[in-house]
């Protein structure tokens, strides 16, 4: 929900609760740069675990009790020394694009600009479209990188969740 929104202070009366705040980049639709060398690679389903080990090093715990783990399906990765260092997802519809990142800091933030040129440069309609990118506190890091890239900020919102379990306090008898 928009940090601004009537709707936040409503949801966090009704229990909800702030797990993370992120910020919305959008890219107006342009001419992409020309790839110069390729960085990332389709993942594979073997890429499975290296992927969970990413999610796990890169993503916070609280926020991994609200988002998933990423899948090799549809996905690009980027690998240094061996090991996963980037995951991006394209999740492409009518009216743009949207991409779900997990980027290492500490092997990415060089390239984080090259990274992320080299993934536009894979999606044609990216130059027709406008592409979209949320960055968690955690990934701040990666800002500058966007802004080189044309991208500009467009909102802020938070991730909030409410649990719905209900303890039990009766006793199970056989």
Known sequence: VAEDAPSF?????AGFAVYARQTIWRRAPQPLRTRLMPLWRPAVEQDAIALHSLYLE?????????IAPPEP??????????RLAAYLAA??????????????PDDCQ?????????????????ERVP?????????????SALERLNFEPIGAQALMVRHT?????QALRN
């Not at 999740?91 to 990142?101: Q, R, S, V």
């Open 9 to 13: 202070e409503v949801l966090r009366q």
């Open 58 to 66: 890169n993503v916070p715990r609280l926020l991994r009790q609200a």
């Open 73 to 82: 399906r549809n996905a690009l990765v980027f690998g240094r020394g061996g």
């Open 91 to 104: 999740h492409e519809g009518k009216c743009g694009i949207y991409l779900d990142l997990i980027m290492n």
């Open 110 to 126: 060089p390239r984080a600009a090259d990274l992320l040129a080299d993934a536009l440069s894979r999606l044609p309609r990216a």
């Open 131 to 143: 592409v979209y990118v949320h960055l968690y506190r955690h990934q701040e890091w990666l800002s």
């Open 165 to 169: 379990a209900r303890r039990c306090e």
